[in-house]
């Protein structure tokens, strides 16, 4: 809505296409169109006027663009207004099948990103402590010599690759390819410190580590349980699906440490000790399997190991989990008699579980809940995981990740040739431009890299301890900032020592001035989202197209322009653009589609071509906003934005898979099991499905991963055409690039990926079931023994503490538990949103929430500047808000702030125009060591710290 002083001469409103039911009739219609804004808090006290809408006055006519917004992943459509070139007005897609109309204050004001003018205008180098301007041309020179030196001294790896879950699709799977083309895995994103234990957990569950069901699906549920999540805040839209469920009877439960927005909406808030997740999960199916509550039929046809999961919920009685959780028996027995009464419920987690150094185990605990209840495989059950970012869920699935390929294909020298094959390159060719030493018995081509949660160690360790051939030298920064992690310290050290520090981002972020440096810091423009398209990924799995709605400001450059300009300085374009048109130096976005697509079979993401994604994005209305499925029109049959996997080809016009798992439907429509990913048996027992199958299937028990030689054995073989034998020989439904061993299971009803049981034991995990470890830093001494963290160990070419640090007692000097979390007026490390004036105003100062018994035994009140203490040395200085929302012992802070560093301000570092309307000091400066065993994801939601009056 656009705003104008009431006394403005009224003008004479533009010609524009209709938008459908739009904000302003709306609001007519409803009679509320009366009253206005004003963004007070940012003008002079003569500069206030009542605001009131209007149209503005323009000779040109408007331009309709839709595109998606760039902040959480609900994937909100927008319509967005331009005239002569520029953006000048917008609306939330009343029409839109997940939004229908909503928006929060971050969509609200998305065209202040595209039209900011705090962004990086043009490349810069800090040379004697000033920022120099320079050409691109200068810049990719200078960048590409330092990298192409340290490549010869050090090797490949000494180069880290920080990608960002802002890219679009196209862009994620670019900048994996290009990581590739330089030759190392050390390369990876924000999903690293938000979900990758969601990854890890869930795919080792039950296949596929991604959000079951969807939003909409939620209006379906009987029961939502929300474990560490705060949709209010973090996915307020989300929150319009939530409540979409609850008016049509399903019961909120809330689990948090914290009494959130979320938790006022619930019919039952229930308080947790942080980092006690998985006591809690034991102690309901300690009551539900009491009760006989357990889905006995179910268990036994679909899930493997529940026996194990008996015999530790049976350790956790009523009074063990009261000691350890806080949870009293009378509400742990009533939430789970609502779990049993409420069917089909729904599990929604968020950072609040998955940030932990046994994060992995707490996914997997929330899985097995919901195969003890047999709420799989349904509508209004499942997992609904929200993530976090626009496009943090296609950027994983493209393979922005230190230990896996696009698709989630590991790192092994077969998933190499798989891609070499995509990518139409010898696989020697590629291999050679890795270092070919071996470290810890690995090659660096099929050994897992550095995550970006720890890149400061590859920094900062003696060389002669991690499993690389030299210490990282020089770091790209694309799209994520330094004060999303943990250790602030320890990064802005890391940041001080490397060679060169490369910042790719329209905006400058705390990886530009957060270093104590002269020099050797580069700033590139990358543009936004809506100065580019392509696709994106929604939390549901339904890929999304964006419109390019203005063209690049500045000198700013698409992110995938730019790593063309870096590849041919290094010499890979060649190499890496074989079968991608590249028009100037811009690649063109839909040959990098239809790449994908000619590889990305694991996970479906080879049916969704430029084509069908452009003809659902320009039929927004006509998908249903509970199933999302297409009644009429010409998607008619679909499932809006074909959530993968969508099976075969483009050609074979599979509907996509809103809810997985379900096999109350045939595959060819959407259907399917559990993935077959572990073989056949464990120990001698088997671990197929039994008498459990899809609708339509003519296996009707468990079955393998298809392959050549099972379509041999059931005589399918013939039901290939001649070309698609000869791709599919010798191959499998993963490695087969004509698609046909997909196209012939699923003709017979089969799901190409096997059908198994559900496993509660991951028998190639550290802990072959979830375990309860204390966190790394308790004020629980007393329960250390009973239940001990890890040894410290190798993980991801670094030595990781444990033990070691668990040992020590800090709770005595800092005794306050701290955890952290989101507001609903920032998003991720906070700069975009951070520079955004109508946002900024929203929230003005970094604070930290506590008590009001801590603050009085501190002399503290609501407002004072205080001094916050991490046991690891670091301290922040911020505002106290004291507030009964966390319990006495319990303390929370918002990361998004950036901009002061232990009290000091960086203001005076940033380049000339680029200072954020708001600056605060980062949580994550004074928060600690720990890291889960199996992903890597930094532990910031179970802490210590103390508070002192500043």
């Known amino acids: 809505m656009r705003l104008t002083r009431k006394t403005d001469q009224a003008p004479v409103a533009a010609a524009k296409p209709s938008l459908g039911l739009n904000r302003r009739q709306f609001l007519k219609s409803a009679g509320l169109a009366t009253g206005g804004i004003a963004a007070a808090s940012m003008l002079g006290a003569g500069m206030m006027r009542r605001a009131e809408a209007t149209e503005v006055p323009h000779d040109a006519p408007t331009e309709v663009k839709r595109t998606i917004c760039s902040h959480c992943a609900v994937g909100c459509g927008v319509y967005a207004e331009v005239q002569n070139g520029v953006w000048t007005g917008q609306e939330p897609a009343f029409d839109h099948p997940f939004n229908r109309g909503g928006h929060c204050a971050k969509g609200a004001s998305l065209r202040e990103v595209a039209h900011g003018d705090k962004r990086n205008k043009y490349p810069m180098k800090l040379e004697g402590g000033k920022w120099k301007r320079l050409s691109w041309e200068q810049a990719i020179n200078e960048i590409g010599d330092k990298m192409l030196k340290i490549r010869q001294e050090s090797g490949p790896d000494s180069v880290y690759f920080m990608g960002s879950a802002k890219f679009s699709n196209e862009q994620s799977y670019l900048y994996r390819k290009f ?192 195969l003890a209840l047999g709420n799989m495989g349904i509508s209004g059950g499942g997992t609904n995981i929200f993530r976090g970012h626009d496009n943090v869920q296609g950027a994983t699935d493209f393979g922005l990740l230190f230990d896996n390929l696009p698709g989630y294909y590991g790192l092994t020298s077969g998933a190499w040739g798989h891609w070499s094959r995509v990518w139409e390159l010898d696989p020697e060719w590629v291999n050679g431009r890795f270092d070919q030493g071996e470290y810890l018995g690995k090659k660096p081509q099929t050994s897992a890299g550095i995550p970006c949660s720890r890149w400061h160690d590859g920094v900062l360790e003696d060389k002669d301890k991690i499993a690389q051939k030299d210490n990282i030298r020089l770091a790209f920064f694309w799209g994520q900032s330094v004060n999303t992690e943990t250790r602030g310290r320890e990064v802005r050290e890391a940041l001080n020592k490397m060679d060169t520090v490369v910042v790719v981002d329209p905006h400058p972020t705390m990886a530009a001035v957060m270093p104590q440096r002269q020099d050797g810091v580069y700033i590139l423009p990358a543009c936004t989202q809506f100065e580019t398209y392509g696709s994106i990924t929604a939390s549901n799995r339904s890929l999304q197209w964006r419109d390019k709605v203005i063209e690049p400001h500045f000198e700013s450059l698409p992110d995938h322009t730019i790593m063309y300009k870096l590849a041919k300085k290094w010499g890979v374009d060649k190499e890496m653009f074989k079968n991608i048109k590249v028009n100037g130096e811009e690649p063109l976005v839909e040959d990098i589609t239809r790449e994908f697509n000619r590889g990305m079979w694991t996970i479906g993401y080879t049916g969704q071509s430029p084509e069908r994604l452009k003809m659902h994005q320009q039929n927004w209305g006509t998908f249903d906003f509970d199933t999302l499925e297409a009644p009429g029109g010409p998607a008619k049959g679909e499932t809006y934005g074909l959530p993968w996997p969508c099976w075969g080809t483009p050609e074979m016009k599979h509907p996509g898979s809103q809810i997985l798992y379900r096999n109350d439907r045939e595959v060819a429509n959407g259907g399917g099991c559990f993935r077959a990913r572990y073989g056949v048996e464990h120990n001698g027992t088997n671990i197929l499905a039994e008498g459990s199958f899809s609708k339509g299937s003519e296996l009707t028990d468990g079955y393998p991963e298809f392959t050549d030689k099972m379509l041999k054995q059931l005589g399918w073989w013939d039901d290939l055409t001649a070309e698609e034998k000869t791709a599919a020989e010798g191959k499998n439904w993963k490695t087969d690039l004509s698609g046909g061993i997909q196209r012939v299971a699923i003709k017979h009803g089969c799901i190409p990926y096997g059908n198994a049981k559900a496993r509660c034991v991951v028998w190639n995990f550290p802990d072959d079931i979830p375990l309860h470890r204390e966190p790394l830093y308790t004020p629980r001494r007393d ?41 609903v007026e920032y998003e991720g490390g906070g700069e975009e949103t951070r520079s955004n004036p109508w946002l900024a105003e929203l929230q003005q100062e970094m604070f930290i929430e506590m008590n009001p018994a801590d603050a009085t035994d501190r002399g503290l009140r609501d407002g004072d500047n205080v001094w916050v203490h991490g046991p690891e040395g670091a301290k922040i200085k911020v505002k106290a808000m004291v507030t009964p929302r966390v319990i006495a012992g319990e303390c929370f802070m918002p990361y998004h702030f950036a901009g002061i560093f232990e009290g000091e301000s960086l203001v005076g570092k940033y380049p000339e125009g680029t200072v954020p309307y708001v600056q605060g000091e980062s949580a994550n400066t004074v928060l600690t060591y720990g890291y889960d065993v199996v992903t890597q994801m930094q532990e910031t939601k179970s802490s210590l710290c103390q508070i002192t009056k500043a």
């Open 179 to 370: 990581a590739a083309m330089w030759g190392t895995n050390n390369v990876d994103h924000s999903a690293r410190i938000c979900h990758s234990t969601t990854v890890a957990g869930v795919a080792n569950t039950w296949g596929y580590g991604a959000q079951t069901n969807s939003f909409n699906d939620m209006h379906n549920s009987k029961l939502m349980l929300f474990v560490g999540s705060n949709p209010s805040e973090a996915h307020p839209v989300a929150m319009q699906h939530v409540l979409e469920g609850k008016e049509r009877g399903a019961k909120i439960i809330v689990v948090d440490p914290r009494f959130t927005r979320t938790a006022a909406k619930s019919d039952e808030y229930v308080h947790i000790r942080p980092g006690t997740d998985i006591p809690f999960i034991y102690g309901l199916l300690w009551h539900i399997f009491e009760n006989g509550w357990e889905d006995k039929s179910f268990i036994e046809s679909r899930v493997y190991g529940m026996e194990r999961i008996r015999e530790e919920a049976a350790k956790f009685t009523p009074e063990e989990v009261e000691n350890i959780a806080g949870v009293k028996k009378e509400q742990m027995y009533r939430v789970a008699k609502m779990l049993h009464e409420h069917k089909p419920g729904t599990i929604v987690w968020c950072m609040g579980g998955t940030q932990h150094h046994i994060g992995n185990a707490n996914t997997r605990s929330y899985c097995i809940l919901q």
């Open 783 to 823: 329960l250390v023994s009973k239940y001990p963290t890890y040894e410290d160990r190798m993980v991801a070419r670094l030595p990781t503490l444990y033990k070691s640090i668990q040992d020590q007692d800090f709770s005595k000097d800092f005794p306050l538990v701290l955890t952290s979390g989101r507001l």
